[in-house]
């Protein structure tokens, strides 16, 4: 009869197993009833007594006032050093984004001037393809024909000694 009782109980606990495992997606509750089985099946088949195992909740004892003032201390502690986290954690946020904003306008500011430079470029490379062109058809320019603002050799040469 024992044994009948015995498999009663195992079969509800393997459901019950299973339906956690699967909630959990885990197959540790499945292992543990298996492992459970076996260990009472042993003990059973050595003539021991069926293994029962029973939790009670824990039974907790009234504070003193000397725990319940630390325990105050240390909760008003932990609320002053979780404030000053939170106030650290918005400071850090503000600064970050007042350097973003910096940052943004500096990129601007720095495509600005890659514009620029890139037209001036281009527009010195069109005022040395129209000078060299020239040099080519008539030979080299005086320096009345010479487009203002490019240097010649001899102007490079002479800059280098004044």
């Known amino acids: 009869m024992q044994e009948v009782n015995v498999n009663v109980n195992l079969d509800s606990e393997v459901v019950r197993a299973s339906a956690e495992a699967q909630a959990s997606g885990r197959l540790t509750p499945l292992i543990k009833v298996e492992l459970w089985s076996k260990i009472q ?36 502690c932990n609320k002053e050093a979780a404030q000053r986290c939170r106030e650290r954690k918005k400071e850090k946020q503000k600064n970050d984004e007042k350097e973003l904003t910096s940052l943004l306008l500096r990129n601007e500011e720095l495509k ?51």
Request: charged share 30%.
């Open 41 to 76: 099946a042993r003990r059973l088949s050595e003539g021991k007594e069926e293994m029962a195992v029973q939790f009670s909740p824990p039974q907790t004892t009234p504070m003193t006032e000397e725990e319940e003032e630390k325990c105050k201390k240390r909760k008003e």
């Open 112 to 162: 600005d001037t890659i514009k620029n430079l890139e037209e001036e470029m281009v527009f010195y490379q069109g005022m040395l393809s129209i000078q060299t062109s020239n040099q080519i058809e008539t030979g080299p320019a005086s320096p009345e024909q010479q487009v203002p603002g490019l240097w010649t050799v001899e102007e490079d040469f002479l800059e280098q000694y004044l």
